[in-house]
Structure formats: structure tokens, C-alpha cells
């Protein structure tokens, strides 16, 4: 580990338990109204004042840990019909800017509803209906987002027959002007329905972008508890981009956020020779899955249960104790030897050092193994290291593609701002 006597980084806080695991009243108060207020992450193409009613409802019903979900999810349904029916009649009216704002706001309250991952049968419910008023959303913009079906021709037996991404390109792509990409890896609770806030701002910079979701979350075809399928999937996707003319696939590269992250470093080694560069912003790589670690994050920094959602994730259900026994043996990089590799990609590892969610202490051991690779820290940030983080990518991956820019105008088209 990074600190002195083989411990964590943020030791001195593991065993505190945060404000917002008291209740929902805490976390909305705590954590979650600041950024609902920007129309930030999680709360991407929504706005508070859709939110606050449903609030003050599981509030006064004091919803807490642990959470029922089924009872948890259909608080939020009333709301994102209401949006989503005023969408309708706008879209039918021909009013398209008004009936794209009011599909997402609608797909914002569908994905809190089923945050932070659909385990229970209402939540696979929000997922499948927020995902639909999502892609209407982004379909109506002046520059329509696209759904596709990548092929996964290396899939195994088990998985899913294609990847659905999300694909956007800039006007100026051509055959004889093919345009660069930016491949955004999701993390853990932010599906393609969330990362697509990036797309628009990409485009104007004139750089595509693919959005897809990582094994055990979202549409992923790959199976979750195959350390291999990423591999798998990564490759059918690039096959599928060597297809594309209007893409230059010399210049790809990969942002991971958060639980991505993870699968960006393995990526970065496994396949060295086709991506110009990786980010792994947030992510981890052995000491993420140590019993250690994952015993203490229920209390700590993520909104939820992070270790109960992280053994969803990589296809444990709901054995939590076995997926503490063998997670580090089965995913760990450093343990298969991934770290150790002696080829890797351009690989740039950013976040904060009071990260709670994932240990900082990975960046420091990815450091210490196989080829050399970047980093940068956050000093005094938690998770991923916002917002100074994003500055600091955005830089790099301007450098890399040979960007003239300013990181200003690209972070002014995050926030969600409802003009209705």
C-alpha cells in the first residue's frame, strides 16, 4: 500500500462513516442537491426542481439503508411519465428542442431510480424505459447521437451477439478527412445514457466519440465474471472501427471513468499497438478488490452499498462474502500479471488521493510495475479528483490528437441547463 506501514493512503478515514448512509435526507442534503443543482454527474440532463417532490416524498417516508429497491424505484416513476408525456406533445407539435430537453430530463429521473445499478425487477424496468427517452433526447438534438449495434465477433458462448454504443461523429468526417475519437469507457452506475454529456462537446473540438459500457453494467454483451471478456469486447469493437472510413483509427483513444478505469489499464496492455492513448481516471487495479478494502467502503464515499454493487457487478448476485474471498485472486492486474506486461499503450493515470471509492494506492503500484506510464494526482480530492481533473485530461488528450483548445469551452457544455 502507499503509506508508510503497509496501509492505505486515507487510513486515518477508512473506519469514519459518511453523512449521507444515515438516510436519504442525508445524502440528498450532504451529497446529492449541490449537483443535481448543476446538472452534474449523476444527475446529467436533469435539474433539481423535477427531483425535489420526489425527494421530499422519500424523505417524509424516511427511505435508508438498506434500501428496498423495488420500493425505492417506482418513487421516481410518476415524475418521469409526466416528463416524458410533455415530450410527446411537444415532439408531436414539432417542437424539437423542447421535446429533446424534456426526454432527458425524464431519462435523469428514470436513471436516479435505478441508481446505482437495476438489481431488482423495477429497476430493470427504469433502466429499459430511461434508456428509450434517453436516445429520443439525444436523437432530436441539431447533431443526433446514434445507437449501434457493434458485432462482438469474438464473443464466446454466453454473450451477447453485438455491444450497443453510442456514436457521434463531427460534420468535417470523411473518407479523406477521417476524424479522431475519443472511446469513453463507463464506470459503474453512469451507462452510455449518463457519459453521452461528453459527446457534444468532443464534436464542436471536431473529435468523435464511442460510448459503450464496461462487463456487468448497462448493455454490455461481456460476461461479468470472465476476467478475459473486456479483452473480447475491446477487440470487436476496434475490428469494427477498422471498418469505418470515417474514422481514423491511428488516432483512438480511451477515457475510462471511474470502475472503467480498471479496464483501461488492462486494455492499455493488452492491446498496446491500437490506441493512441489511454485515461484510467478514478480507476484501480488490485488493492480495490483486497478483502481489506472492500470490508470498509459500504461507509464511506459512494452514495450506496459499493461493495454490494461492485459483486453485482462482476456477476457474484448477491454473495457478498464470496465475492470478498475471491475477487483479488480472480480480477487483480497485478496478480495475472497484466501489470507486469512489458507493453502498454500510452497510459495515463489520473485521480484524486483521498479517493474512498478506489484506492489511490493502485496508481502508485501500477507505477512500480511493467512499462513506464504517466500519472498525475489530485492533491485533497476524492473520487476521480473533480473537477481539476478534468482539466488536467482534457490537456492531454488535446496534446496527444494535436488540439489547439481551451478545456473551458468544452467543460461549458457539461451542465445541464433546462430552458423549459
Avoid at 156 to 185: D, F, Q, R
Avoid at 208 to 237: F, H, W, Y
Avoid at 324 to 329: H, L, M, R, T, V
Amino acid at each position: 500500500m502507499a503509506a508508510p506501514g503497509n496501509q492505505f493512503f486515507i487510513q486515518s478515514n477508512i473506519k469514519k462513516t459518511a453523512p449521507h448512509h444515515e438516510s436519504f435526507k442525508q445524502l440528498w442534503e450532504t451529497k446529492w442537491k449541490k449537483p443535481a443543482e448543476m446538472g452534474v454527474y449523476p444527475f446529467m440532463f436533469g435539474t433539481a426542481k423535477d427531483f425535489q417532490p420526489i425527494v421530499d416524498e422519500l424523505v417524509k417516508q424516511d427511505f435508508r439503508e438498506p434500501y428496498d429497491w423495488d420500493a425505492y424505484a417506482p418513487m421516481y416513476f410518476p415524475k418521469a411519465e409526466e416528463l416524458t408525456k410533455i415530450a410527446e406533445e411537444a415532439e408531436k407539435a414539432g417542437e424539437k428542442e423542447k421535446a429533446s430537453e424534456y426526454y432527458l430530463r425524464a431519462s435523469a429521473v428514470y436513471r436516479i431510480s435505478r441508481f446505482p445499478a437495476p438489481r431488482s425487477e423495477k429497476q430493470r424496468y427504469a433502466w429499459k424505459v430511461g434508456k428509450e427517452v434517453c436516445l429520443k433526447g439525444l436523437q432530436l438534438r441539431e447533431h443526433p447521437v446514434q445507437e449501434i449495434l457493434v458485432p462482438h465477433i469474438h464473443a464466446i458462448e454466453g454473450e451477447g451477439a453485438h455491444i450497443p454504443i453510442y456514436h457521434l461523429l463531427p460534420e468535417t468526417a470523411s473518407a479523406a478527412t477521417p476524424a479522431p475519437v475519443v472511446i469513453i469507457m463507463t464506470g459503474l452506475d453512469g451507462y452510455r445514457t449518463e457519459l453521452a454529456v461528453w459527446m457534444e462537446g468532443w464534436r464542436q473540438k471536431g473529435v468523435g466519440t464511442i460510448v459503450l459500457e464496461i462487463p456487468g453494467t448497462g448493455d454490455s454483451p461481456a460476461l461479468p465474471n470472465d476476467p478475459k471478456s473486456p479483452d473480447r469486447q475491446c477487440s470487436s469493437l476496434l475490428d469494427w472501427i477498422d471498418t469505418q472510413e470515417r474514422i481514423d483509427s491511428k488516432k483512438l483513444v480511451v477515457w475510462a471513468f471511474s470502475t472503467g478505469g480498471y479496464y483501461a489499464i488492462r486494455l492499455a496492455h493488452t492491446h498496446p499497438d491500437r490506441l493512441a492513448g489511454v485515461v484510467a481516471l478514478g480507476g484501480g487495479c488490485h488493492y480495490m478488490f483486497e478483502p481489506e478494502w472492500l470490508g470498509e467502503v459500504n461507509h464511506l464515499e459512494y452514495p450506496f452499498d459499493l461493495c454490494n454493487t461492485l459483486a453485482y457487478k462482476f456477476g457474484y448476485g448477491t454473495d457478498i462474502e464470496k465475492f470478498k474471498k475471491e475477487a483479488s485472486d480472480k480480477f487483480s492486474l497485478l496478480k495475472d500479471g497484466t501489470l507486469d506486461m512489458p507493453r502498454c499503450a500510452r497510459l495515463f493515470l489520473v485521480n484524486g488521493t483521498e479517493d474512498e471509492i478506489f484506492p489511490i494506492d493502485d496508481y502508485y503500484l501500477a507505477l512500480q510495475h511493467g512499462a513506464p506510464k504517466e500519472a498525475r494526482f489530485v492533491p485533497d480530492r476524492k473520487h476521480m479528483g473533480e473537477p481539476e481533473s478534468f482539466f488536467i485530461i482534457l490537456k492531454w488528450i488535446y496534446a496527444l490528437l494535436g488540439i489547439d483548445a481551451n478545456p473551458i469551452s468544452q467543460l461549458q457544455t457539461m451542465p445541464f441547463k433546462p430552458k423549459y
